[in-house]
């Protein structure tokens, strides 16, 4: 079969960015800067983004223009006969569909929060009413599969329609349009009266700050959110890999996709912290951020129904825009797999990641008696520690070992392909680093991180 290519290179770049581009970077991000410490943790976070991230994803593109497939079959491609590397091409394929299964419910949430900032649910509420808001949305069973199974049917129908015309064309106008919004979003809260404190605790760096909560835990936390934030370790840049042609190095196309995953990271920042600042909300309120503080924001501020929707409208693409291109790469798996047509591979696989995605939407309600980490957890943290902390760092750490070691496909191979074409290459003087020192890395913030989960 023919593999499909993208129309662009524009194209190619915003669906990575897309896949990248998700609720890590709008949700995540904001409240660990604010966990953290503010301008310093975002200093790190950018040093770590250009030492890990780009190198890996480098590796990842490389990967799966070299092999032309996904990740279920580019090892056969590529690996040296008898060798069994191919093992982690299925784990990759595996935790696609294991990030989908909590991914999916989390951009309802998205979805229902639009609609009901649209339609003024949140008008009149005090902080208390909001947040009790939130829980009966977590309570309500029906709307939670509703919600999920829309997110679902959206993802699948879109990716049944063609590479090209389906999800290249979507996504390109997903991504033009929550620029746009976060833009006009960035701007009105940076002139919100109040603000200027939000915008220098999110911008200049403070020792004080940094002593408060401690160096090595902000070290630490800034490698995660890089490494997380740009959905390394499963394969799915390899795929939007197996789409292009060579006309373009690929470590330039890393830089490029990375810079607008921070783009959108540090955007989504200087929306939210001069409005917490301006009306008072705890910057280091952790993950309930977005959706029990800032519905008490857009109630405080003139046209805020309209901010409000606008903002939800940029929380649902940006997670659409990951749903989206993770849903191709399985899609891509389980053609390589089993041969079967697009349309086929949509429809069988929408049924499939609806029942699996059950679990995670009933966990807050007809299942919450199960409790995996012990009180107050649901399947959505038990879902989200195999990805983010197993899966991720472990799958990466497999990619810098095959793409560097001649037990794998070796360094040669791999540099020949991520250099063919016009643009930044891998150099010579890299080796030393890609092969010693980053895989060092990641195996420390795989230890670390399971070590700190457990603490």
Same mark, same amino acid.
Not at 250 to 259: R, Y
Not at 359 to 364: D, E, I, R, S, Y
Not at 444 to 450: A, E, K, P, T, Y
């Given at each position: 079969m023919k593999r499909e290519r993208l129309g662009s290179r524009l194209g190619f770049i915003l669906l990575s960015a897309g896949c990248a581009i998700g609720i890590g970077n709008v949700w995540k991000f904001p409240y660990m800067v604010g966990q953290n410490g503010g301008g310093l943790f975002v200093l790190i976070y950018l040093f770590f983004l250009i030492v890990m991230g780009v190198p890996v994803m480098t590796m990842e593109f490389s990967l799966g223009r070299a092999s032309q497939k996904s990740p279920a079959k580019m090892y056969q491609e590529l690996e040296p006969k008898g060798s069994k590397w191919h093992w982690h091409g299925y784990v990759a394929v595996i935790g696609n569909y294991i990030l989908m299964m909590f991914y999916t419910t989390v951009c309802g949430w998205m979805l229902r929060y639009f609609v009901d900032t649209a339609k003024g649910d949140f008008i009149g509420l005090n902080a208390d009413g909001v947040g009790q808001h939130f829980n009966s949305m977590l309570g309500d069973a029906g709307m939670q599969v509703l919600y999920m199974a829309i997110t679902v049917a959206i993802g699948f129908i879109v990716c049944s329609v063609g590479l090209q015309k389906g999800l290249e064309k979507i996504t390109k106008f997903m991504m033009i349009a929550l620029l746009i919004i976060m833009v006009a979003l960035a701007v009105n809260s940076i002139f919100m009266d109040g603000g200027e404190e939000g915008l220098a605790f999110y911008l200049l760096p403070s020792v004080e700050r940094l002593h408060e909560v401690g160096l090595?835990?902000?070290?630490? %936390?800034?490698?995660?959110?890089?490494?997380?934030?740009?959905?390394?370790?499963?394969?799915?840049?390899?795929?939007?890999?197996?789409?292009?042609? &060579?006309?373009? %190095?690929?470590?330039?196309?890393?830089?490029?996709?990375?810079?607008?995953?921070?783009?959108?990271?540090?955007?989504?920042?200087?929306?939210?912290?001069? %409005?917490?600042?301006?009306?008072?909300?705890?910057?280091?309120?952790?993950?309930?951020?977005?959706?029990?503080?800032?519905?008490?924001?857009?109630?405080?501020?003139?046209?805020?129904?309209?901010?409000?929707?606008?903002?939800?409208?940029?929380?649902?693409?940006?997670?659409?825009?990951?749903?989206?291109?993770?849903?191709?790469?399985?899609?891509?798996?389980?053609?390589?797999?089993?041969?079967?047509?697009?349309? &086929?591979?949509? *429809?069988?696989?929408?049924?499939? !990641?609806?029942? *699996?995605? *059950?679990?995670?939407?009933?966990?807050?309600?007809?299942?919450?008696?199960?409790?995996?980490?012990?009180?107050?957890?649901?399947?959505?943290?038990?879902?989200?520690?195999?990805?983010?902390?197993?899966?991720?760092?472990?799958?990466?750490?497999?990619?810098?070992?095959?793409?560097?070691?001649?037990?794998?496909?070796?360094?040669?191979?791999?540099?020949?392909?991520?250099?063919?074409?016009?643009?930044?290459?891998?150099? &010579?003087?890299?080796?030393?680093? !890609?092969?010693?020192?980053?895989?060092?890395?990641?195996?420390?913030?795989?230890?670390?991180?399971?070590?700190?989960?457990f603490r």
């Open positions: 090595a835990n902000v070290i630490v %936390a800034a490698m995660n959110q890089a490494f997380f934030t740009l959905s390394l370790g499963m394969g799915a840049m390899a795929i939007f890999g197996s789409y292009i042609n &060579k006309d373009r %190095a690929l470590m330039g196309e890393a830089v490029n996709v990375a810079l607008l995953d921070t783009f959108v990271a540090l955007a989504s920042g200087l929306i939210i912290f001069p %409005a917490c600042f301006a009306y008072g909300v705890e910057v280091n309120s952790g993950p309930p951020l977005i959706f029990i503080t800032l519905p008490n924001i857009f109630n405080h501020i003139p046209l805020g129904r309209l901010w409000g929707s606008l903002f939800f409208v940029f929380m649902s693409f940006a997670a659409l825009s990951t749903v989206l291109t993770v849903f191709e790469g399985i899609i891509a798996c389980t053609i390589d797999m089993f041969g079967w047509s697009r349309k &086929k591979s949509c *429809l069988i696989n929408g049924i499939l !990641m609806f029942i *699996l995605s *059950l679990p995670c939407a009933l966990g807050f309600n007809v299942l919450s008696s199960f409790q995996p980490f012990g009180e107050g957890t649901t399947v959505l943290d038990l879902e989200d520690f195999i990805v983010s902390n197993v899966i991720l760092p472990l799958g990466s750490l497999a990619f810098i070992l095959f793409c560097t070691t001649k037990k794998g496909w070796g360094w040669q191979n791999f540099t020949t392909e991520a250099n063919s074409g016009k643009g930044l290459n891998v150099q &010579k003087w890299m080796r030393f680093y !890609m092969s010693y020192i980053l895989p060092v890395i990641v195996a420390i913030l795989f230890v670390v991180g399971i070590y700190n989960f």
